[in-house]
């Protein structure tokens, strides 16, 4: 599914019962343009570059 959306998948791990790491990463999107009134300060909106998310499992100690 991350592939279909234009991302990718990479998963390490040091060896049995040292857990596991997996990265996601997909594209972002540039947030829809919103008009502002002349007297606030630019909006920031993401540059279309690409966002991860890392999550860390590691196995319960017994």
Same mark, same amino acid.
């Given at each position: 599914m991350v592939e279909l959306?234009?991302?990718d998948v990479h998963a390490a791990s040091e060896g049995?019962?040292?857990g596991?790491?997996?990265?996601?990463r997909l594209p972002a999107i540039a947030a829809p343009a919103i008009e502002a009134p002349s007297s606030s300060?630019?909006?920031?909106?993401?540059?279309?570059?690409?966002?991860?998310?890392?999550?860390?499992?590691?196995? @319960?100690? @017994?």
């Open positions: 959306h234009g991302g049995p019962n040292q596991a790491e997996f990265e996601v300060t630019p909006s920031r909106a993401s540059s279309g570059g690409s966002s991860s998310s890392r999550t860390t499992s590691t196995p @319960p100690r @017994p």
